[in-house]
């Protein structure tokens, strides 16, 4: 078993002491707190740590996190946000438990200063990626592209980490404060992946609306009550559409969400797409022009013309240079992952499970595939030979979801309690164990 959690500490030049002064004015406040956030993580003492909104900027919270640390047997490692602003992220892993093989920092240079660490570590029984980040907080509905930026850097990255080093297939452990909630695009971004909210897999909660806000996890600084903070899982022998379809996909979902905004079906967003087009379809150029309308170009923060030219041509699938209403409804209304049925929704709660029930650890590839019997008769043809062989099962090591918490637990029923003062943040931590997932595999 490993556990990890993720907790945006809440630095102190961001927590209010009243409406003119922050925490960072006051040592014995700031210090306090975070000598008790240090108390409960080290009692819990979880195998991976991923903290956010760390303190960089002082020196004496830094060195007090990497003496308990170091104590505790945690290797460590902190990244700042860019342009020198204050805070940033703090990725430990205990030394008793993995071997780090490699550490890279992912810095977005993007309106935020983001950034992200990922770790490819090694346990006694597999190797897999973990990734500590901070999303840009929503301030408005036009930074929903600069925040889809953000988390397709993270996954682009994580490929090309895998490909550069020839990596055999491993899980993916994605933790961070993602400032959004289980309604917004980043999550139906990661669910169009394959991720699964470790969380959500646990406590059986879907991806419909009835299920959306059963637990809160942050209290932000409009006093609004929220979950986003996730622990995210990827299984190796979980299939991934292509990354540019996901992000095609995610982008349409959002043209889509500013027309329902503005109370249009589908036959009147298709009439404003088609402007005043006299031959019934879209052009490129109408295209364009309803893209800005809606505010998702023609801005810093918007998508850029490579982009934009990308999109069209994810609507206009067969090249003809118009999309007419069919192709409007198949590729940019009514894509199917978009409507999130109560049955898909079954089924993608059961996505870790079943993989668990599969296979479990001790068993022996060579003795599950072996296929010298085939040779111990004379019945068994080379055409049954290969069929075996090309349904051969090839095994990976993933992880099963064993258990996850919210602390404070009255998180889990939806409510923030007024007594809690540790962060403006809940502490999610999620037990794994490790399991062997098949992957099918022609030879």
């Not at 819990?44 to 900027?57: A, D, H, K, T, Y």
């Not at 309803?290 to 490579?306: K, R, V, W, Y």
């Not at 668990?356 to 590839?365: H, P, Q, R, T």
Request: proline share 3%; hydrophobic share 35%; net charge negative.
């Amino acid at each position: 078993m490993i556990s990890c959690t993720t907790f945006n500490i809440l630095a102190p030049i961001y927590k209010r002491v009243d409406e003119e002064n922050r925490e960072s004015q006051y040592r014995c406040n700031w210090l306090t707190r975070n000598q008790n956030i240090l108390d409960w993580l080290m009692c819990e003492r979880s195998s991976i740590l991923c903290l956010q909104e760390f303190w960089v900027g002082n020196q004496e919270l830094v060195h007090m996190y990497e003496k308990r640390l170091a104590d505790a047997g945690y290797l460590f490692f902190i990244l700042p946000r860019t342009n020198n602003r204050g805070d940033g992220l703090l990725t430990a892993l205990h030394k008793d438990r993995f071997r780090v093989l490699n550490y890279r920092e992912l810095l977005f240079n993007d309106l935020g200063d983001r950034v992200a660490q990922l770790l490819h570590a090694q346990s006694v029984q597999q190797q897999f990626l973990i990734v500590n980040t901070h999303l840009l907080f929503p301030h408005n509905s036009s930074l929903s592209i600069v925040r889809l930026h953000q988390v397709y850097k993270i996954l682009e990255y994580v490929e090309s980490y895998q490909k550069d080093h020839n990596l055999n297939p491993m899980s993916i452990i994605l933790c961070g404060d993602w400032n959004g909630s289980k309604r917004g695009h980043v999550y139906k971004f990661l669910r169009s992946q394959g991720f699964v909210s470790s969380y959500d897999t646990v406590h059986r909660y879907t991806d419909s609306d009835a299920d959306a806000h059963k637990w809160v996890s942050h209290r932000n600084h409009r006093g609004n009550i929220c979950g986003v903070d996730f622990i995210w899982l990827l299984n190796p022998n979980k299939y991934r559409k292509p990354l540019k379809a996901s992000w095609s996909e995610t982008l349409f979902s959002i043209v889509k969400y500013q027309f329902r905004k503005a109370s249009l079906t589908g036959k009147d967003a298709f009439a404003f797409l088609k402007a005043d087009s006299r031959g019934g379809y879209i052009t490129y150029s109408g295209f364009c022009e309803a893209l800005n309308q809606l505010g998702l170009t023609g801005h810093p923060h918007g998508l850029s013309a490579e982009e934009t030219k990308d999109l069209w041509i994810q609507a206009d699938v067969d090249g003809d240079g118009i999309v007419d209403l069919k192709k409007f409804q198949k590729r940019i209304w009514d894509p199917s992952w978009l409507e999130q049925t109560e049955e898909n929704s079954e089924e993608a709660k059961e996505d870790v499970r079943e993989d668990s029930a599969k296979l479990a650890i001790g068993f022996n590839v060579e003795s599950i595939w072996d296929p010298s019997w085939l040779e111990q008769t004379e019945e068994n043809s080379e055409e049954a030979k290969e069929d075996v062989r090309e349904d051969s099962v090839k095994l990976a090591i993933g992880f099963n979801v064993e258990n996850a918490v919210l602390f404070p637990p009255e998180v889990e029923k939806g409510m923030w309690p007024e007594n809690y003062s540790l962060s403006d943040h809940a502490r999610l931590t999620v037990v794994f164990s490790p399991i062997q997932v098949p992957l099918f595999q022609h030879i």
